[in-house]
């Protein structure tokens, strides 16, 4: 099970974390990713990483804004946004895919087999 929180409302310029809390699963053995989704837009690939943090993955748009991070200890994920932009605006969800291989990660929804219910952010003045 992957529940996500941390969303809300936030102006331009603003920052949040999200949190995806993982269980049920033997978390280290799955990388992580966020996607997102607007109204009337497909599903995008936001960031990842890998099972030990050791690799991260990042869509251009958010490079240098977005940070994805882990704390195995805790089956948590975070993904700190700074300087939000309208947009930014859509429901992030957070996904697992088990992997055996310490650095693997993927930027394909369809090689993420669990999904959370996603969390809305919204950017707006």
């Known amino acids: 099970q992957l529940v996500e929180s941390g969303g809300g409302l936030v102006e331009p310029g603003g920052s949040l974390r999200l949190s995806c809390a993982v269980s049920?699963?033997?978390?280290?053995?799955?990388?992580i990713g966020w996607f997102r989704q607007a109204p009337g837009k497909e599903r995008e690939f936001v960031a990842a990483?890998?099972?030990?943090?050791?690799?991260?993955l990042y869509q251009d748009s958010v490079k240098g804004r977005f940070t994805i991070s882990r704390v195995n200890a805790l089956n948590t994920v975070y993904l700190q946004m700074n300087s939000l932009k309208v947009e930014d605006t859509a429901v992030y969800s957070c996904a697992a895919r088990w992997t055996n291989l310490y650095s693997d990660t993927s930027t394909a929804p369809t090689e993420y087999g669990y999904w959370g219910q996603g969390t809305q952010v919204t950017v707006s003045t």
């Open positions: 049920g699963v033997s978390f280290d053995k799955y990388a």
């Open positions: 990483i890998s099972r030990i943090g050791g690799r991260t």
